[in-house]
């Protein structure tokens, strides 16, 4: 019998999403800074804005979001924000696409493994074409585009989310048990190339000595 995730949320309605976008990226407190980062571009370094943004973005939803809202008790948390019982984290860039780390794989299979969420939320902003774009999606909903790097690090290929990006309608959207497949299976190919990657590395140190 399948168990239910322990702090299974509820803001999983793409309508939801959509208002907490627009709620976020257009508050004043919000365009005034994004303009400010455009006046400072290439003067300061880009994690800089990114600490910023993600100060300011959990400022904003606990003002107007009120209790719904909480940190992390602990410092190296593997999210931002909590609203209600979904997890969220922030992410910054420039105009350059790469693929930052989004969390990690080991935390979020444990908790996922443990049932203790059933989603990871990704409050992304990026500069792209010119302009700011924010989007917040469940990275489970996105997992082609979410590679399980062998440093550990589950990250986010910009340059083909952004090429493909499309929002998935609730309907549409794969179940539960079908995500832990496809998580697993990911993690499975992540050791796989992990070990190969260390027998390399091992036969190299070794043909040092011969």
Known sequence: ????????????????????ENLIIAHPKMVEKLNLILERKGKETGQRFSTEIEELIIKILKETLGNRVSSPSESRAMYDVKIDNDIFNVKFGMEKMGSPNV??????????GNNHIDSYYLIK?????????????????????????????????ESKFYKNYS?????????????????????EDMYIRRSKKDIKNQNKTLNLFD
């Open 1 to 20: 019998m399948r168990r239910e995730p322990k702090n299974k949320g509820y803001m999983k309605i793409d309508k939801e999403l959509h208002k907490l």
């Open 103 to 112: 969390v990690s794989v080991e935390r979020l299979m444990n908790e996922i």
């Open 125 to 157: 902003v990026k500069y792209v074409n010119n302009i700011f774009d924010l989007k917040i999606f469940d990275i489970l909903d996105y997992l082609n585009y979410i590679p399980f790097a062998t440093d550990k690090q589950a990250k986010i290929e």
């Open 167 to 187: 929002p998935i309608l609730d309907k549409s959207k794969l179940d539960f048990i079908e995500k832990k497949r496809i998580l697993l299976e990911k993690y």
